[in-house]
């Protein structure tokens, strides 16, 4: 091929030299993405059916019920889940490519001839990622002590499926937020510098972790979008929750 066809092809968006099948990652993201936000936004817009004995839904918790809000009361905590996942650094290369194909993949021409990268408006919000970081964890926090309710059935010890499904659920949103970008800077940093042996080595051990991220990030959405289906099917009636103990 002449260097001048290459160049033509070059300026064509979605031109590639790619002889692999480079799509079909930023589509099966884009199809999983999909699903979970259309699950996730009917489940907060139902406000009902997030309650089943011991268990709550991780999308109502905390349960904040006050008289002037008038909406579902997960939309009172629901922005900051949603606003930690959509400014993940993982999330973001998923769904620039998936949705924005900005490129859709490596050595893939994007549509777009601009880039400014983050430092404009919308994305330069992307920034507020550490924040939410902040408040995620404060989530976690009502999750696990949900996790213990969970355990405890009229005031007895017990375990029912809805136990290990919350338990499952709050571990892989730990390991999400515990192998993010910003923790691990958080927890390692030293004024951006490596010279604290102690934080060096924080640094390093989160490092482990933060190798996975995608795994976590792909597993605790499926369960966390899971553990609220069980809580509310098994309210509804549909579902039998079983005693394993
Ligand atoms: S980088 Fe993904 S949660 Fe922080």
Not at 193 to 205: R, V
């Amino acid at each position: 091929m002449s260097i001048a066809t290459l160049e033509k092809q070059d300026k064509k968006a979605l031109s590639t030299n790619r002889t692999d099948n480079w799509w079909l990652e930023p589509l099966v993201y884009a199809i999983g993405l999909g699903l979970f936000l259309v699950y996730a936004t009917w489940a907060a817009f139902q406000g009902k059916n997030y309650e089943s004995g011991p268990y709550l839904s991780p999308f109502y918790s905390p349960l904040i019920i006050v008289s002037w809000w008038k909406f579902s009361p997960a939309f009172l905590i629901l922005w900051i889940p949603a606003g930690f996942r959509l400014t993940c650094y993982y999330y973001r290369k998923a769904y620039y490519r998936s949705y924005f194909l900005g490129p859709p993949a490596c050595s893939v021409k994007s549509p777009s001839s601009t880039y400014s990268g983050e430092t404009k408006f919308p994305f330069i919000l992307q920034n507020l990622h550490r924040y939410f970081l902040i408040g995620a964890t404060v989530l976690l926090l009502f999750l696990w002590s949900d996790v213990i309710k969970s355990f405890n059935f009229n005031g007895k010890f017990g375990v029912g499926v809805g136990s290990i499904v919350l338990l499952l659920n709050t571990i892989l949103l730990s390991l999400y937020s515990i192998s993010c970008h910003s923790f691990r800077h958080l927890i390692g940093g030293c004024m951006d510098s490596f010279k604290c042996g102690y934080q060096f080595n924080l640094y390093h051990k989160i490092s482990c972790a933060n190798e996975h991220h995608m795994f976590w990030a792909w597993t605790s959405l499926f369960m966390v979008g899971f553990a609220d289906l069980y809580v509310r099917l098994c309210s509804m009636g549909v579902w039998t929750d079983f005693r394993l103990l």
